[in-house]
């Protein structure tokens, strides 16, 4: 379990700690949970969000209870690199969105001595890795990994179920395109 305790002790040394999970999970929620933390302790913070991600704001970080955060949307990962110069955090959301330069990008920026905390779905809706999250998950110093409630059964629900039909990986949408189901209903689903 990841405490922010446990890294206080961490000094001026960098490190990654990555937020995983489904949709409705709080990925997003948290991220920007240990960012505005982060704003308290006055360290220099900066967020970034992938270009594409839209749906609530184009300029901040939204979570789906309406917190936000300011944020840079960035066509690549590469573009956070250039960005983060003189920061002590370094945020990011919809990690999954990024190209696979991502890990490498979170890993520099983590010798430089900078925090980064990053979120973003570690599943697709067919059950399978996520883009760059996997990398970023094997080299992180922190990994947490949160749960949404189940939409059939109400158990923990680790997967994100797409209601339409359209096979496209990347579809934004929200809860009128995905649900959370745990691993048996889940299953159930995908037999229909």
Known sequence: MFLENDISSAGSRGWIEVVAGSMFSGKTEELIRRLNR?????????????????????????????????????????NILLLSSDVD???IDEAQFFDDGLASVCNELANQGIRVIVAGLDM?????????IPGLMATAEYVTKVH?????????????????????????????????????????????
């Open 89 to 91: 955090v370094v945020g």
């Open 124 to 132: 697709d809706f067919q059950g399978k890795p996520f883009g760059p």
């Open 38 to 78: 982060a704003k308290i302790a006055k360290q220099k913070v900066e967020i970034f969000k992938p270009k594409v991600d839209t749906r609530y704001s184009q300029d901040e970080v939204v979570s789906h209870n309406s917190n936000a955060i300011r944020s840079t949307p960035v066509e690549t990962a590469a």
């Open 148 to 192: 949404a409630v189940c939409m059939d059964c109400g158990n923990l629900a680790q997967y994100s179920h797409r209601l339409s039909e359209t096979d496209k990986l990347v579809l934004l949408g929200e809860k009128d395109a995905y649900e959370p189901l745990c691993r048996v209903c889940y299953q159930k689903a995908q037999s229909k």
